[in-house]
Protein backbone atom coordinates (compact mmCIF):
# COMPACT_ATOMS: atom_id res chain seq x y z
CA UNK A 1 0.00 0.00 0.00
CA UNK A 2 1.09 3.26 -0.92
CA UNK A 3 0.76 6.26 1.39
CA UNK A 4 0.84 10.11 0.98
CA UNK A 5 0.96 12.98 3.41
CA UNK A 6 -2.53 14.14 3.55
CA UNK A 7 -1.89 17.90 2.20
CA UNK A 8 -0.49 19.61 5.23
CA UNK A 9 -2.85 17.37 7.43
CA UNK A 10 -0.31 16.51 9.35
CA UNK A 11 -1.29 12.81 8.21
CA UNK A 12 -0.42 10.60 6.02
CA UNK A 13 -2.92 8.40 4.27
CA UNK A 14 -3.12 5.51 2.58
CA UNK A 15 -3.99 5.95 -1.46
CA UNK A 16 -7.69 3.85 -0.56
CA UNK A 17 -9.51 4.61 1.95
CA UNK A 18 -12.12 2.23 2.98
CA UNK A 19 -15.63 4.12 2.64
CA UNK A 20 -18.05 3.52 4.67
CA UNK A 21 -21.44 3.84 3.12
CA UNK A 22 -22.16 0.32 1.52
CA UNK A 23 -22.31 -1.83 4.55
CA UNK A 24 -24.64 -4.77 4.52
CA UNK A 25 -28.14 -3.05 5.46
CA UNK A 26 -26.45 -0.14 5.87
CA UNK A 27 -29.30 2.20 4.96
CA UNK A 28 -32.20 -0.09 6.63
CA UNK A 29 -34.01 1.59 9.45
CA UNK A 30 -34.17 1.76 12.39
CA UNK A 31 -30.40 2.98 12.17
CA UNK A 32 -29.56 2.60 15.75
CA UNK A 33 -30.21 -1.38 15.09
CA UNK A 34 -27.70 -2.93 14.35
CA UNK A 35 -28.00 -6.69 13.05
CA UNK A 36 -25.95 -9.67 13.40
CA UNK A 37 -24.86 -9.81 9.91
CA UNK A 38 -24.73 -6.65 9.11
CA UNK A 39 -21.71 -6.35 11.79
CA UNK A 40 -20.29 -9.65 10.02
CA UNK A 41 -19.97 -7.80 7.38
CA UNK A 42 -18.41 -4.79 8.41
CA UNK A 43 -15.71 -6.77 10.83
CA UNK A 44 -14.96 -8.91 7.47
CA UNK A 45 -14.51 -6.00 5.54
CA UNK A 46 -12.66 -3.89 7.64
CA UNK A 47 -9.96 -6.99 8.64
CA UNK A 48 -9.86 -7.12 4.79
CA UNK A 49 -9.10 -3.09 4.53
CA UNK A 50 -7.43 -2.30 7.25
CA UNK A 51 -5.05 -5.89 6.96
CA UNK A 52 -4.30 -4.62 3.51
CA UNK A 53 -2.53 -1.09 4.97
CA UNK A 54 -6.08 0.84 4.33
CA UNK A 55 -5.53 3.38 7.28
CA UNK A 56 -7.91 5.31 6.48
CA UNK A 57 -12.09 5.28 7.33
CA UNK A 58 -14.44 7.39 5.90
CA UNK A 59 -18.26 7.50 7.57
CA UNK A 60 -20.59 9.73 8.42
CA UNK A 61 -23.70 11.11 10.23
CA UNK A 62 -25.84 10.64 7.46
CA UNK A 63 -24.69 7.01 6.35
CA UNK A 64 -27.86 5.48 8.11
CA UNK A 65 -26.20 3.16 10.34
CA UNK A 66 -22.43 3.51 9.78
CA UNK A 67 -21.23 5.22 12.27
CA UNK A 68 -22.63 3.19 14.79
CA UNK A 69 -21.59 0.02 13.33
CA UNK A 70 -18.15 1.25 13.32
CA UNK A 71 -18.96 1.85 16.50
CA UNK A 72 -19.39 -1.16 17.70
CA UNK A 73 -16.50 -3.03 15.47
CA UNK A 74 -13.75 -0.90 15.92
CA UNK A 75 -13.05 -2.17 19.41
CA UNK A 76 -13.01 -5.82 18.47
CA UNK A 77 -10.22 -5.87 15.76
CA UNK A 78 -7.87 -5.70 17.97
CA UNK A 79 -6.00 -2.94 16.04
CA UNK A 80 -4.14 -0.24 18.23
CA UNK A 81 -5.91 3.59 17.99
CA UNK A 82 -3.11 5.15 16.41
CA UNK A 83 -2.44 2.92 13.58
CA UNK A 84 -5.68 3.90 11.41
CA UNK A 85 -7.26 7.38 11.33
CA UNK A 86 -11.46 8.02 11.30
CA UNK A 87 -13.35 10.53 9.18
CA UNK A 88 -16.72 11.71 9.84
CA UNK A 89 -18.98 14.15 8.39
CA UNK A 90 -22.25 16.09 9.16
CA UNK A 91 -24.61 17.81 6.71
CA UNK A 92 -24.22 21.68 7.21
CA UNK A 93 -26.41 23.22 10.14
CA UNK A 94 -28.12 26.70 10.62
CA UNK A 95 -25.70 27.66 13.40
CA UNK A 96 -22.17 26.32 15.12
CA UNK A 97 -23.87 25.13 18.24
CA UNK A 98 -25.62 22.25 16.14
CA UNK A 99 -22.79 21.29 14.33
CA UNK A 100 -20.64 21.32 17.51
CA UNK A 101 -23.70 19.15 18.68
CA UNK A 102 -23.02 16.57 15.51
CA UNK A 103 -19.34 16.00 16.34
CA UNK A 104 -20.31 15.24 19.98
CA UNK A 105 -22.82 12.45 18.17
CA UNK A 106 -20.52 10.64 15.62
CA UNK A 107 -17.60 10.22 18.19
CA UNK A 108 -20.45 8.82 21.07
CA UNK A 109 -21.73 6.67 18.12
CA UNK A 110 -18.17 5.98 17.16
CA UNK A 111 -17.29 5.45 20.71
CA UNK A 112 -14.35 7.52 20.01
CA UNK A 113 -13.07 10.63 21.75
CA UNK A 114 -11.24 11.83 18.58
CA UNK A 115 -11.67 12.09 14.96
CA UNK A 116 -8.71 12.95 12.51
CA UNK A 117 -11.11 14.22 10.18
CA UNK A 118 -14.15 16.08 9.99
CA UNK A 119 -16.22 17.37 7.00
CA UNK A 120 -19.47 19.49 6.17
CA UNK A 121 -21.14 16.83 4.42
CA UNK A 122 -22.57 18.66 0.77
CA UNK A 123 -21.89 22.34 0.53
CA UNK A 124 -23.65 21.84 -2.52
CA UNK A 125 -25.60 25.31 -2.89
CA UNK A 126 -24.80 29.13 -2.80
CA UNK A 127 -26.97 28.65 0.48
CA UNK A 128 -25.19 26.56 1.81
CA UNK A 129 -21.79 28.07 1.17
CA UNK A 130 -22.57 31.36 2.44
CA UNK A 131 -24.34 29.94 5.97
CA UNK A 132 -21.32 27.41 6.37
CA UNK A 133 -18.83 30.65 6.16
CA UNK A 134 -20.57 33.15 7.79
CA UNK A 135 -19.78 34.35 10.90
CA UNK A 136 -21.83 32.03 14.24
CA UNK A 137 -22.17 29.42 10.99
CA UNK A 138 -21.70 26.26 11.23
CA UNK A 139 -17.89 25.70 10.12
CA UNK A 140 -17.26 27.61 13.63
CA UNK A 141 -18.69 24.84 15.12
CA UNK A 142 -16.04 22.76 13.67
CA UNK A 143 -13.33 25.19 14.38
CA UNK A 144 -14.75 24.87 18.10
CA UNK A 145 -14.82 21.55 18.11
CA UNK A 146 -11.42 21.25 16.74
CA UNK A 147 -9.78 23.89 19.16
CA UNK A 148 -11.25 21.64 22.08
CA UNK A 149 -9.19 18.41 20.76
CA UNK A 150 -12.35 16.81 19.39
CA UNK A 151 -11.27 16.86 16.08
CA UNK A 152 -7.82 17.39 13.90
CA UNK A 153 -8.81 19.16 10.53
CA UNK A 154 -11.59 20.03 8.93
CA UNK A 155 -12.46 20.10 5.45
CA UNK A 156 -15.83 19.69 3.22
CA UNK A 157 -17.40 17.29 0.67
CA UNK A 158 -19.58 18.92 -2.50
CA UNK A 159 -21.62 18.27 -5.29
CA UNK A 160 -21.59 21.81 -5.96
CA UNK A 161 -21.07 23.64 -9.64
CA UNK A 162 -17.15 23.89 -10.14
CA UNK A 163 -17.39 27.73 -9.61
CA UNK A 164 -18.96 27.31 -5.93
CA UNK A 165 -16.27 24.53 -5.11
CA UNK A 166 -13.69 27.06 -6.19
CA UNK A 167 -15.11 29.44 -3.67
CA UNK A 168 -14.90 27.40 -1.15
CA UNK A 169 -11.55 26.26 -1.92
CA UNK A 170 -10.55 29.68 -2.05
CA UNK A 171 -11.63 30.90 1.58
CA UNK A 172 -8.75 28.93 2.88
CA UNK A 173 -10.73 27.57 5.76
CA UNK A 174 -10.44 24.09 4.62
CA UNK A 175 -7.27 21.54 5.36
CA UNK A 176 -8.84 19.35 2.68
CA UNK A 177 -11.93 18.80 0.00
CA UNK A 178 -13.46 15.28 -0.45
CA UNK A 179 -14.15 16.22 -4.35
CA UNK A 180 -15.78 14.10 -7.30
CA UNK A 181 -13.28 14.12 -10.23
CA UNK A 182 -12.67 10.85 -12.31
CA UNK A 183 -11.35 10.25 -16.14
CA UNK A 184 -15.23 10.36 -16.85
CA UNK A 185 -15.61 13.87 -15.29
CA UNK A 186 -13.01 16.27 -15.11
CA UNK A 187 -14.47 20.11 -15.02
CA UNK A 188 -13.70 20.14 -11.56
CA UNK A 189 -9.88 19.91 -12.62
CA UNK A 190 -9.49 23.64 -11.44
CA UNK A 191 -10.53 22.64 -8.13
CA UNK A 192 -7.54 19.69 -7.53
CA UNK A 193 -5.25 22.45 -8.68
CA UNK A 194 -6.46 25.22 -6.50
CA UNK A 195 -6.41 22.52 -3.41
CA UNK A 196 -2.80 21.52 -4.54
CA UNK A 197 -1.61 24.83 -4.33
CA UNK A 198 -2.82 25.86 -1.07
CA UNK A 199 -1.75 22.21 0.27
CA UNK A 200 -4.84 20.88 1.16
CA UNK A 201 -5.73 16.82 1.31
CA UNK A 202 -7.81 15.60 -1.49
CA UNK A 203 -9.87 12.17 -1.11
CA UNK A 204 -11.75 11.76 -4.53
CA UNK A 205 -15.30 10.33 -3.54
CA UNK A 206 -16.78 7.05 -5.38
CA UNK A 207 -14.02 6.65 -8.31
CA UNK A 208 -15.80 3.69 -9.53
CA UNK A 209 -19.47 3.90 -8.99
CA UNK A 210 -20.75 8.10 -9.52
CA UNK A 211 -17.07 7.76 -11.37
CA UNK A 212 -18.95 5.88 -14.22
CA UNK A 213 -20.66 2.50 -12.95
CA UNK A 214 -17.25 0.86 -13.74
CA UNK A 215 -17.36 -2.48 -11.63
CA UNK A 216 -19.85 -3.39 -14.51
CA UNK A 217 -18.39 -1.68 -17.48
CA UNK A 218 -19.80 -1.63 -20.94
CA UNK A 219 -18.26 -4.09 -23.80
CA UNK A 220 -17.35 -0.88 -26.01
CA UNK A 221 -15.12 0.56 -22.83
CA UNK A 222 -13.73 -2.39 -21.88
CA UNK A 223 -12.46 -2.85 -25.44
CA UNK A 224 -10.70 0.96 -25.39
CA UNK A 225 -9.11 0.64 -22.28
CA UNK A 226 -7.67 -3.52 -22.59
CA UNK A 227 -5.94 -5.10 -21.05
CA UNK A 228 -6.93 -2.50 -18.44
CA UNK A 229 -10.19 -3.12 -16.65
CA UNK A 230 -12.02 0.23 -16.58
CA UNK A 231 -11.69 0.21 -12.82
CA UNK A 232 -7.71 -0.15 -12.91
CA UNK A 233 -7.57 2.48 -15.77
CA UNK A 234 -9.58 5.14 -13.64
CA UNK A 235 -7.68 4.13 -10.55
CA UNK A 236 -4.38 4.64 -11.89
CA UNK A 237 -5.33 7.74 -14.29
CA UNK A 238 -6.26 9.45 -10.67
CA UNK A 239 -3.33 8.28 -8.57
CA UNK A 240 -0.84 9.18 -11.27
CA UNK A 241 -1.84 13.27 -9.90
CA UNK A 242 -0.17 14.12 -7.32
CA UNK A 243 -2.44 16.42 -5.64
CA UNK A 244 -4.72 13.51 -5.07
CA UNK A 245 -3.86 11.88 -2.40
CA UNK A 246 -6.24 9.07 -1.48
CA UNK A 247 -9.43 6.90 -3.13
CA UNK A 248 -12.95 6.43 -1.67
CA UNK A 249 -13.98 2.89 -1.90
CA UNK A 250 -17.14 2.03 -0.32
CA UNK A 251 -16.12 -1.80 -0.03
CA UNK A 252 -19.27 -4.21 0.75
CA UNK A 253 -17.54 -7.06 0.40
CA UNK A 254 -13.95 -8.06 1.68
CA UNK A 255 -13.47 -9.89 -1.93
CA UNK A 256 -13.84 -6.94 -3.56
CA UNK A 257 -10.51 -5.18 -2.17
CA UNK A 258 -8.33 -7.25 -4.75
CA UNK A 259 -9.55 -5.94 -7.62
CA UNK A 260 -8.23 -2.47 -6.17
CA UNK A 261 -5.01 -3.69 -5.26
CA UNK A 262 -4.47 -4.91 -8.51
CA UNK A 263 -4.65 -0.83 -9.29
CA UNK A 264 -1.02 -0.30 -7.70
CA UNK A 265 1.48 -2.18 -9.77
CA UNK A 266 3.18 -1.69 -11.91
CA UNK A 267 4.38 1.62 -11.24
CA UNK A 268 4.32 4.27 -12.48
CA UNK A 269 0.57 4.58 -12.05
CA UNK A 270 0.83 6.11 -16.03
CA UNK A 271 3.43 4.31 -18.27
CA UNK A 272 2.79 3.13 -22.39
CA UNK A 273 -0.56 1.09 -21.71
CA UNK A 274 -2.00 4.06 -19.77
CA UNK A 275 -1.18 6.57 -22.93
CA UNK A 276 -2.68 4.17 -25.32
CA UNK A 277 -6.03 3.70 -23.72
CA UNK A 278 -6.27 7.60 -23.14
CA UNK A 279 -5.63 7.88 -26.58
CA UNK A 280 -8.12 5.49 -27.85
CA UNK A 281 -10.69 6.82 -25.55
CA UNK A 282 -9.99 10.18 -26.55
CA UNK A 283 -10.49 9.47 -30.32
CA UNK A 284 -13.69 7.41 -29.33
CA UNK A 285 -15.22 10.46 -27.99
CA UNK A 286 -13.68 13.04 -30.44
CA UNK A 287 -15.94 10.92 -32.81
CA UNK A 288 -19.48 12.96 -31.74
CA UNK A 289 -20.59 16.76 -32.27
CA UNK A 290 -21.56 16.69 -28.53
CA UNK A 291 -17.09 16.58 -27.82
CA UNK A 292 -17.80 20.23 -28.84
CA UNK A 293 -19.38 20.64 -25.60
CA UNK A 294 -16.38 21.76 -23.06
CA UNK A 295 -18.08 21.49 -20.30
CA UNK A 296 -16.89 25.34 -19.45
CA UNK A 297 -20.30 25.79 -17.50
CA UNK A 298 -20.83 29.25 -18.96
CA UNK A 299 -24.46 28.59 -19.90
CA UNK A 300 -25.40 28.36 -16.20
CA UNK A 301 -26.85 29.35 -14.32
CA UNK A 302 -30.58 28.04 -16.29
CA UNK A 303 -33.20 29.94 -15.45
CA UNK A 304 -35.61 26.64 -14.83
CA UNK A 305 -32.17 24.64 -12.95
CA UNK A 306 -31.36 22.63 -15.97
CA UNK A 307 -28.33 20.77 -15.38
CA UNK A 308 -26.98 21.45 -19.42
CA UNK A 309 -23.10 20.55 -18.89
CA UNK A 310 -23.68 17.32 -16.69
CA UNK A 311 -26.71 16.22 -18.86
CA UNK A 312 -24.48 16.70 -21.89
CA UNK A 313 -21.62 15.34 -20.75
CA UNK A 314 -23.37 12.05 -19.89
CA UNK A 315 -25.15 11.80 -23.33
CA UNK A 316 -21.88 12.03 -24.88
CA UNK A 317 -20.49 8.59 -22.15
CA UNK A 318 -23.58 6.97 -23.43
CA UNK A 319 -23.12 7.98 -27.74
CA UNK A 320 -19.45 7.41 -27.78
CA UNK A 321 -18.20 4.84 -24.92
CA UNK A 322 -21.71 2.79 -24.54
CA UNK A 323 -22.04 4.19 -20.75
CA UNK A 324 -25.68 4.33 -21.39
CA UNK A 325 -26.44 2.34 -18.43
CA UNK A 326 -24.47 5.05 -15.94
CA UNK A 327 -25.98 7.63 -17.90
CA UNK A 328 -29.01 6.71 -17.36
CA UNK A 329 -28.29 6.21 -13.53
CA UNK A 330 -27.09 9.56 -13.14
CA UNK A 331 -29.62 11.45 -15.63
CA UNK A 332 -32.96 9.82 -13.24
CA UNK A 333 -31.21 11.56 -10.33
CA UNK A 334 -31.44 15.28 -11.44
CA UNK A 335 -34.37 16.89 -9.39
CA UNK A 336 -34.01 20.39 -8.65
CA UNK A 337 -35.62 20.36 -5.05
CA UNK A 338 -32.55 17.25 -4.26
CA UNK A 339 -29.39 18.87 -2.32
CA UNK A 340 -27.22 15.59 -3.33
CA UNK A 341 -28.01 15.96 -7.53
CA UNK A 342 -28.55 19.45 -7.62
CA UNK A 343 -29.95 20.72 -10.92
CA UNK A 344 -33.09 19.49 -13.31
CA UNK A 345 -33.63 17.12 -16.10
CA UNK A 346 -33.66 18.23 -19.74
CA UNK A 347 -37.26 18.45 -19.98
CA UNK A 348 -37.61 21.39 -17.53
CA UNK A 349 -35.93 23.78 -20.52
CA UNK A 350 -38.56 26.00 -21.99
CA UNK A 351 -36.68 27.45 -24.91
CA UNK A 352 -36.09 30.23 -23.35
CA UNK A 353 -32.85 31.32 -25.09
CA UNK A 354 -30.63 32.66 -22.12
CA UNK A 355 -28.15 30.39 -21.93
CA UNK A 356 -27.35 30.27 -26.08
CA UNK A 357 -25.43 33.78 -26.29
CA UNK A 358 -23.21 32.68 -23.18
CA UNK A 359 -22.08 29.20 -24.85
CA UNK A 360 -18.73 29.62 -26.58
CA UNK A 361 -19.41 26.50 -28.93
CA UNK A 362 -22.49 28.12 -30.32
CA UNK A 363 -24.41 25.26 -29.23
CA UNK A 364 -28.09 24.77 -30.07
CA UNK A 365 -28.70 23.81 -26.46
CA UNK A 366 -32.54 23.50 -26.31
CA UNK A 367 -32.44 21.17 -29.52
CA UNK A 368 -30.00 19.18 -27.84
CA UNK A 369 -32.06 18.80 -24.42
CA UNK A 370 -34.99 17.83 -25.81
CA UNK A 371 -33.20 15.16 -27.94
CA UNK A 372 -31.27 14.05 -24.94
CA UNK A 373 -34.39 13.77 -22.77
CA UNK A 374 -35.81 11.57 -25.52
CA UNK A 375 -32.98 9.50 -25.23
CA UNK A 376 -32.04 8.94 -21.46
CA UNK A 377 -36.03 8.32 -21.01
CA UNK A 378 -36.51 6.00 -24.18
S1 LIG B 1 -32.95 27.54 -23.28
FE1 LIG B 1 -33.47 25.87 -21.89
S2 LIG B 1 -31.50 25.15 -21.14
FE2 LIG B 1 -31.14 27.18 -22.03
S3 LIG B 1 -31.32 28.60 -20.31
FE3 LIG B 1 -33.36 28.45 -21.27
S4 LIG B 1 -34.43 26.85 -20.10
FE4 LIG B 1 -32.23 26.66 -19.66
S1 LIG C 1 -21.47 26.80 -22.35
FE1 LIG C 1 -21.59 25.41 -24.12
S2 LIG C 1 -19.58 24.41 -24.17
FE2 LIG C 1 -19.80 25.32 -22.12
S3 LIG C 1 -20.71 23.68 -20.87
FE3 LIG C 1 -22.41 24.88 -21.63
S4 LIG C 1 -23.04 23.82 -23.51
FE4 LIG C 1 -20.99 23.09 -23.01
Known sequence: MEYRPFGTTGLAVSVFTQGG??????????????????????????????????????????????????????????????????????SPTPTAGEMRRNVEESLQRLGLSFLELYALH??????????????????????????EGLVGAVGFSSHAPTPLLLEAVASGRFAFVNLHYYFFKRENRPVLDLAAALGMGVLILSPNDKGGLLYDPPPRLRQLTAPLPPVHFNERWLLAHPAIHTLSLGLSEPDHLALHLGSLTPLPYRGATEEAAEKRLAAAQEASPLASCGGCQACLPCPRGVAIPDILRL???????????????????????????????????????????????????PTLMRQVHAGMVG
Open 315 to 365: RHLSETLGMTAFARYRYELFDPADRWMPGGKANRCDDCGDCLPRCPRRLAI
Open 122 to 147: GLNTRADVDSALAPGGCLEGLEQAQR
Open 21 to 90: MRFLHGWDAPHDVLPDDSLENVRQVLNASLGAGINLLETARGYGKSERLLGRILPTLGRPRESFHVMSKA
